[in-house]
């Protein structure tokens, strides 16, 4: 392969804007089903089945087993991840107060913690739509250089004129 060839590859790296574009979008749902469970969804008290903060060298968090029964449907048992911040205070409380709603894209939302929750998701979001916006522009001038280079492959040539 031609070193101008390898020019064309630069446009691969496309895929990083488009992968924090998709982690913005996820984050705006998580966001939105949160609200959506909060404000639409129906109250209920948990019971806390289980609780675990895993604290590692490279990472802290924690997860919280909730165990409780909507009305009129089966009973709903479901493990939720959470920041160490988040889940640390929870680990004592042995009933949490939990939105219920089937239908959001984030269905249950645990009351006490919710404000806090909800402020992570939007720093996250914040982060991800100023990263996204960054790597655009810098991939619009690497894109720019790649193209520059491979149009202008054969002018860096040596080139002999003889004149008579």
């Keep these: 392969m031609q070193r101008y060839q390898l020019f064309r590859f630069l446009h691969l790296f496309w895929a990083f804007p488009l992968y ?51 009305t009129g449907e089966a009973m709903v048992e479901q493990k939720l ?45 914040s982060i991800s739509v100023v990263s996204t916006l960054f790597v655009m522009g810098v991939m619009v001038f690497v894109s720019r250089f790649a193209e520059r280079k491979y149009r202008a492959k054969g002018q860096d040539e040596l080139q002999i004129i003889r004149t008579a």
């Design 20 to 70: 924090l574009l998709f982690i913005s979008g996820h984050q705006a749902l998580v966001y939105k089903g949160m609200n959506k469970s909060l404000n639409e969804g129906k109250t209920y008290q948990a019971q806390v089945v289980d609780a675990q903060i895993k604290r590692i060298a490279s990472q802290s968090n924690g997860w919280v087993i909730l165990k409780f029964q909507p």
């Design 81 to 125: 991840g959470l920041p160490v911040n988040i889940a640390s205070k929870l680990m004592l409380d042995p009933v949490l107060e939990v939105a219920y709603l089937k239908d959001s894209f984030i269905p249950i939302v645990i009351k006490k913690t919710a404000d806090v929750h909800i402020k992570v998701v939007l720093i996250n979001l």
